[in-house]
């Protein structure tokens, strides 16, 4: 399927400030099951735009500005083309069906900070509750990861924050509730704590199962590495497993690695007004 992606972010301040360099991650991912087609970006006021690539291989626009302004707009138009199935098949190499497995030497080697857990478990309590969804030794990796999905949609109530950053993933488990970031960043920490190599994922959602108008927004997702399958997603807020309707823009260690946009600006604590976010996803 083809998407047309299109993305505006607007900050307002109360008097004209000096914009910093802002770092912009908006670009999709090309890979086996997503294309990109075409793609454009637009800022106001205009500014000055270096491309590179990042430890990670995400596109990092760099946009310097020179002068003042009230006001900040970002906005990209892109189009995809998506070749995910909905039901897929993985195929998980032979001595990866069962869990636990063991990575290979290269493997672990270069999936590195990727296996490691980010977050202290002072007294067990996040290694306890992991634990819990290991119900047999040996069992089915897959089905093992699927049950961490689902169990934090059943565990987590999704709410949208607008504060900056991601909570801690025992906040998340203790307040029960968090953004698509905050569960996503929960399940990253889960499977690491059983030895999995996984990564945080940004980007857009396309719910064909919305109206048009709310058929896109951007999203927050996590996916997990196995032997010949590959980087495989999961995304607990709507307890899917697999790519289709998700379109990567950056991948990392964790969110704060990904953010679709960071930068600041000169002037007065109190000059920043707001930020609005509009996002459509929609079928070409």
């Known amino acids: ?22 770092r912009l991650m908006l670009a999709p991912r090309s890979s086996h099951d997503l294309r990109v087609l075409a793609s454009s ?17 995400n596109l990092v626009a760099t946009a310097c500005f020179s002068g003042s302004a009230d ?3 970002i906005s990209t138009d892109i189009t995809v083309e998506q070749f995910a199935s909905a039901w897929p098949i993985f195929r998980i190499a032979p001595g990866a069906h069962s869990y636990p497995f063991t990575y290979s030497e290269e493997e672990i080697a270069d999936l590195g900070a990727l296996l490691k ?31 961490i999905n689902n169990g934090i949609a059943d565990a987590i109530a999704y709410r949208t924050r ?3 950053g991601t909570q801690d993933p025992l906040e998340t488990l203790t307040m029960a509730s968090g953004s698509c970031r905050d569960m996503a960043a929960l399940f990253v920490e889960a499977v690491r704590h059983l030895g999995f190599g996984s990564r945080a994922v940004s980007g857009y959602l396309h719910d064909p199962d919305k109206f048009l108008h709310e058929a896109g927004s951007t999203h ?4 997990v590495y196995l032997p010949a399958a590959g980087w495989i997603a ?9 790519s289709a309707n998700l379109i990567p823009v950056a991948v ?5 690695q990904i953010m679709p946009v960071t930068g600041g600006f000169i002037g007065a604590a109190d000059d920043f007004i707001g930020m609005d976010v509009q996002v459509n996803v929609a079928l070409i």
Request: glycine residues 8%; hydrophobic residues 30%; contains cysteine.
């Open 162 to 164: 607008d504060e900056d």
């Open 252 to 256: 990392g260690r964790c969110n704060k």
């Open 234 to 242: 999961f995304d607990p807020t709507h307890r899917r497993t697999g």
């Open 41 to 57: 970006i637009r800022l106001a006021p205009e500014a000055d735009i270096e491309w590179t690539q990042d430890v990670f291989g």
């Open 117 to 147: 857990p980010q977050h202290p478990d002072h007294g067990g309590q996040f290694d306890s509750w992991v634990g819990a969804f290991v119900y047999a030794s040996p069992t089915d990796t897959l089905s093992l990861l699927k049950d």
């Open 1 to 22: 399927m083809k998407l047309r992606i299109r993305h505006e972010t607007t900050y307002r301040y109360r008097n004209a400030v000096g914009l910093q360099p802002h």
């Open 71 to 73: 006001q900040l707009v």
């Open 220 to 223: 927050a997702w996590a996916e």
